[in-house]
């Protein structure tokens, strides 16, 4: 199972800012946190990816709490083309093996016009 | 650069037929991998594979085969197709053999149908 934990939905308005949160309590200290996102009808692209200290790119901000118990993708100004499915995840490493990234079910960004 | 290749886009198989479909990538990525997604849900991982070589199963192996006989090719095989595979399949690639700090890149998915 995901051991992230998103809100299903969100909506924003056009040209304003938006925060995806993420819970995730269980994180062990090795573990890095990505975003990804999904456009309609495309596969997922890399957002963002950190591990204890925010992270700025030309995409999005990634905040990440003291404890890193969770977090929060911001997209600092929403589009219409940022309407998408985005997903938090962490490195899975059950069963001894760091090679699986699990994705959940994410959270539906809606962005009005 | 073409970067994650995935063919066919769209195909329609019957029940028990078998196929193949072909991801390529130019990157020289160590890491391959092939996710399924059902409507409504996220991507579930179905084989992955660290090298030429070697491969492992994922959350949801059973009726998938792959091989890595090539850095680039990591095909998977449906041996005897059933309605339940009826899904989109992406295929994924990484610098990273730990993908813990890699950014994963996606094909653009292949849409199956098995009726």
């Known amino acids: 199972d995901a051991k992230t934990t998103q809100p299903n939905s969100m909506e924003s308005n056009e040209e304003e800012p938006v925060h995806l949160p993420c819970n995730h309590s269980?994180?062990?200290?090795?573990?890095?946190i990505h975003w990804y996102r999904q456009l309609p009808s495309q596969g997922p692209e890399y957002v963002i990816h950190?591990?204890?200290s925010n992270v700025n790119n030309r995409m999005a901000s990634l905040a990440i709490a003291e404890d890193r118990k969770s977090s929060t993708l911001i997209l600092h100004r929403a589009t219409l083309r940022d309407a998408a499915v985005y997903y938090c995840?962490?490195?899975?490493?059950?069963?001894?093996?760091?090679?699986?990234?699990?994705f959940g079910k994410g959270t539906l960004l809606t962005v009005n016009p | 650069n073409a970067g994650v290749t995935q063919t066919p886009k769209f195909q329609v198989l019957k029940t028990g037929q078998s196929m193949t479909l072909q991801c390529a990538q130019d990157m020289n990525h160590e890491y391959m991998s092939w996710y399924r997604q059902d409507p409504g849900m996220g991507l579930r991982l179905i084989h992955y594979?660290?090298?030429?070589?070697?491969?492992d199963q994922g959350e949801v192996p059973n009726g998938y085969n792959v091989s890595r006989s090539t850095t680039e090719d990591f095909p998977l095989r449906l041996l005897s197709a059933a309605p339940s595979q009826t899904s989109v399949y992406f295929c994924?690639?990484?610098?990273?053999?730990?993908?813990?700090?890699?950014?994963?890149?996606f094909g653009e998915g292949s849409r199956l149908t098995v009726l």
């Open positions: 269980t994180i062990s200290g090795t573990d890095y």
């Open positions: 950190g591990l204890t």
């Open positions: 995840i962490l490195r899975d490493n059950s069963g001894g093996s760091n090679y699986k990234l699990t």
């Open positions: 994924a690639s990484s610098y990273s053999r730990a993908i813990n700090t890699g950014e994963l890149f």
């Open positions: 594979s660290v090298g030429a070589g070697i491969t």
